[in-house]
T-cell receptor, first 112, second 114 residues
Framework: GEDVEQSLFLSVREGDSSVINCTYTDSSSTYLYWYKQEPGAGLQLLTYIFSNMDMKQDQRLTVLLNKKDKHLSLRIADTQTGDSAIYFCAESPNQAGTALIFGKGTTLSVSS | EPEVTQTPSHQVTQMGQEVILRCVPISNHLYFYWYRQILGQKVEFLVSFYNNEISEKSEIFDDQFSVERPDGSNFTLKIRSTKLEDSAMYFC????????????FGPGTRLTVL
């Protein structure tokens, strides 16, 4: 079945760039998403990318998609302590109302 | 900004009891979902709901689970006879008709079954 894998932890210094990686197996995935979960809070949609795109930039966030290798990454420029959270990669086919398949999440720890 | 809300934030129950988790999706959304996250594990899809019926469900969503939209605003998840392994964070989400399938999540209800 479909699977999404992520590394579990990433530790960076404030001001550095963070790169969180994700791999997925479902070749029919059309949309790939990044969600952020702060302690005690729900899942906040950060950004998404359509599978016919290679890159999407949104302020400090850059998403790169390598569809051939089924590899997705989220780069956070100038990482701040407020970026400390769990980041989830998720995928879905191109259809409203379908289930999102999530990875286990990457815990980003930012030290000052 | 519109958001998904969930109540209660924490529910403690005894094994075998029924629980109802409540959600108010974003008002103009048409698709509603329940997911759960057992501590330390992945967020798992349970069920999606559209036009007053279940549109998709996972293997987890067995006969012990049911969903309902009792009025124009609430969306509920009922667990008939809770088990210890039902202890998890339950997230409600909603989405519109856009093909991007952007789903907006509530803050979750932590269910503890003793």
């Amino acid at each position: 079945g479909e699977d999404v894998e992520q590394s579990l932890f990433l530790s960076v210094r404030e001001g550095d760039s963070s790169v969180i990686n994700c791999t997925y197996t479902d070749s029919s995935s059309t949309y790939l998403y990044w969600y952020k979960q702060e302690p005690g809070a729900g899942l906040q949609l950060l950004t998404y990318i359509f599978s016919n795109m290679d890159m999407k930039q949104d302020q400090r966030l850059t998403v790169l998609l390598n569809k051939k290798d089924k590899h997705l990454s989220l780069r956070i420029a100038d990482t701040q302590t407020g970026d400390s959270a769990i980041y989830f990669c998720a995928e879905s086919p191109n259809q409203a109302g379908t289930a999102l398949i999530f990875g286990k999440g990457t815990t980003l720890s930012v030290s000052s | 900004e519109p958001e998904v809300t969930q109540t209660p934030s924490h529910q403690v129950t005894q094994m075998g009891q029924e629980v109802i988790l409540r959600c108010v999706p974003i008002s103009n959304h048409l698709y509603f979902y329940w997911y759960r996250q057992i501590l330390g594990q992945k967020v798992e899809f349970l069920v999606s709901f559209y036009n007053n019926e279940i549109s998709e469900k996972s293997e987890i969503f067995d006969d012990q689970f049911s969903v309902e939209r009792p009025d124009g605003s609430n969306f509920t998840l009922k667990i008939r006879s809770t088990k210890l392994e039902d202890s998890a964070m339950y997230f409600c989400a909603s989405s519109g008709l856009a093909g991007t399938n952007e789903q907006f999540f509530g803050p979750g209800t932590r269910l503890t079954v003793l």
